[in-house]
């Protein structure tokens, strides 16, 4: 006979008592500051609270042994910093209701916090007084404001955080991590705030030093890179409007730490958000990399919540489809449009008319023959073979892409509205050489360039023809799943079978498949549904064709067919082909990179082929 397990004895029945209130703060300092950047945060924050218009931050070992941070707000009177430091005491909410806030700190809860882990010391002046006030908080212990000297506005310096937690000391990283964390605070407040002057100094070295500034500015200091290689973005949907500044698809990195997002300027990480920047990017990057932009969705107060977490960097949207959609097409939209100069294209959509191009050297070698040009589309619902849709767009019998006469002209004498200019030279039989019309030198990867003119055409007619044709399969498959994802599918089953999916119920958790895609074949599909399963039961507002499974396999695929459908490297181009092209390429969506994520062209500009050639530092 088995003997039953033992556990130790019961304890005498536990009773409820009330915590100190030095306790409560500690357990508010634990939840509200995590590390020196969550201190640090809050403090900035509540500087542009104050309406600062310059503010200095100096940091020692990430902020572990000091944070220092001086602004020229409005400041604080002497009653006013005795009640800073009590727990819940807000200048910043006008009622009780938690719905209008405007500003980024609202919880009353970041300095009674920093006081009870740590050395706190806040030096506030206000314009009408003549003299400043200073309080100290020393692990909770406060001491009672005192004359002091000083500017208007205020200083506040946090040193040894933690001491009175050391539990928590313990676990804090090395100082090099604790000032990358600082450093990305400080740049997403700064992005939040171009009207205000920042200086960011670490162990006595100067991070960034950044003056007031305009919007793009500001993006393109924080995003490391020049204004005219930023994307603008300006969309609308009702009272919901996205604006901000996107990278092109050629500058990527291999985190989301180049992703800088603002919700009615404030700062956050929402991973609903980032879902939606990935789904946007998807047909344009290459799969593991995260594009660099800097978004800002402006929301009616009442449609969002953000007292979901001390932190204030999690919110909760009224209507998550909404933005959701807006972010994904708005960026959509910006990318096929492009940019110059980011990886992106100035595109003309006018009817195109004649060009002039430069004199051109007789060819004397020989050229391949053109490609046939199609003039009609297919009708057909599912795409062409990429061999058919790599024949359209080149061809010298074509009127609208035969070259004009080529008379001596002078640079400025391109049309602006082909800003890839004409063509003058084919390197290695692979590079294309063009002439734009600011003068700069454009370079053109022939092969990466035409395989994504012919992916953006089989994906144009897989989108208008609305299906993908199904193949049935000789014997339906069983395809065990959990309940949840089950059910989740089966909610989709129409969708589903727009794509060549069909389902039908067989029990609790099970689904017997019956036709899979044509396009996709029946290769691994067990597998690609249980991911697509798992995509739709954690997100029910996601539509089938749009979960990361489904797409990265049709995309995949298309990737495939254009690749093998497109020109090669190391083809001889005629001129009248590789103008073409050229042209082409401006008219296209997402032309920049490759369905790979590598760029299709390259600008070289007058300055940096000075630079190489020494004329210039």
């Not at 500001?218 to 500044?245: H, K, N």
């Not at 008219?587 to 590598?598: E, I, K, L, M, V």
Request: hydrophobic share 40%.
């Amino acid at each position: 006979m088995t003997e039953a397990p033992s556990f130790p004895h019961p304890p005498s029945r536990p009773t409820i008592r009330r915590l100190s209130g030095h306790v409560i703060d500690l357990i508010a300092a634990g939840e509200v500051i995590e590390r020196p950047a969550a201190a640090l945060k809050e403090l900035v924050e509540n500087a542009i609270d104050a309406g600062a218009t310059r503010i200095v931050v100096a940091l020692r070992a990430g902020g572990t042994d000091r944070i220092d941070v001086t602004d020229n707000g409005c400041g604080m009177s002497r009653v006013e910093l005795e009640l800073a430091v009590e727990r819940h005491c807000t200048s910043k909410l006008l009622d009780d209701h938690l719905v209008q806030i405007r500003t980024l700190g609202f919880r009353g809860e970041a300095l009674p916090s920093i006081g009870a882990s740590a050395r706190l010391s806040i030096t506030s002046r206000t314009p009408e007084s003549d003299t400043a006030w200073c309080i100290r908080v020393d692990g909770g212990v406060i001491t009672p404001p005192q004359p002091a000297s000083g500017p208007v506005g205020t200083r506040i310096v946090v040193t040894d955080l933690f001491f009175a937690t050391p539990a928590r000391r313990k676990f804090l990283k090395s100082a090099r991590v604790e000032s990358g964390h600082a450093e990305s605070v400080m740049r997403r407040l700064a992005l939040s705030a171009p009207h205000c002057a920042m200086r960011v100094l670490l162990d006595d070295k100067v991070l960034f030093d950044l003056p007031e500034q305009s919007p793009i500015s500001r993006a393109a200091s924080i995003l490391d890179t020049t204004p005219d290689t930023l994307i603008p973005l300006d969309e609308q949907r009702g009272a919901v409007r996205l604006s901000g500044f996107a990278c092109g698809p050629a500058r990527t990195r291999a985190t989301g730490s180049g992703q800088f997002i603002l919700v009615n300027n404030r700062p956050v990480t929402d991973p609903m958000l980032r879902t939606a920047i990935r789904v946007a990017y998807r047909p344009v990057i290459e799969r593991g990399r995260f594009p660099v932009m800097a978004l800002h969705l402006k929301v009616p107060l009442e449609r969002l919540d953000v007292n979901v977490h001390p932190a204030k960097t999690e919110l909760r949207f009224a209507d998550e489809a909404e933005i959701r959609s807006l972010v994904i097409g708005g960026l959509g939209r910006a990318l096929g449009h492009g940019s110059k100069g980011g990886g992106g294209i100035h595109a003309s959509f006018a009817p195109r008319p004649s060009i002039v191009y430069p004199p051109r050297p007789p060819e004397p070698r020989e050229t391949v023959t053109s490609l046939p040009l199609q003039t009609t589309q297919p009708t057909a619902s599912a795409p062409q073979t990429p061999q058919a849709a790599s024949r359209q767009g080149f061809a010298e019998t074509d009127p609208a892409f035969a070259p004009a006469a080529r008379a001596p002209q002078q640079p400025e004498a391109l049309d602006p509205a082909f800003p890839l200019g004409a063509s003058i030279a084919q390197v290695f039989d692979t590079y294309i050489l063009a002439l734009a019309p600011d003068g700069d030198l454009i370079l053109v990867d022939q092969h990466a360039a035409h395989e994504r003119l012919t992916h953006e055409r089989l994906r144009e007619q897989y989108a208008s023809g609305g299906t993908l044709r199904a193949q049935a399969l000789l014997l339906p498959e069983v395809v065990d799943l959990p309940r949840r994802e089950a059910e989740a599918l089966m909610a989709r089953a129409e969708d589903l079978a727009k794509l060549g999916i069909d389902l039908e119920s067989f029990g609790p958790g099970s689904v017997l498949l019956r036709s899979v895609p044509a396009l996709l074949g029946a290769k691994d599909i067990q597998g690609l549904l249980k991911d697509v399963a798992d995509e739709l039961a954690s997100d029910p507002d996601l539509d089938a064709a749009n979960t990361g499974s489904f797409a990265h396999h049709l995309d995949a695929i298309l990737a495939r067919m254009a690749c093998h459908g497109s020109i090669r490297a190391g083809r001889r181009l005629k001129p009248e082909e590789m103008d073409a092209l050229l042209r082409e390429m401006e008219r296209t969506p997402r032309a920049n990179t490759c369905s790979h994520g590598r760029p299709t062209w390259l600008r070289l500009t007058r300055r940096e082929l000075e630079r190489l050639f020494g004329r210039v530092k």
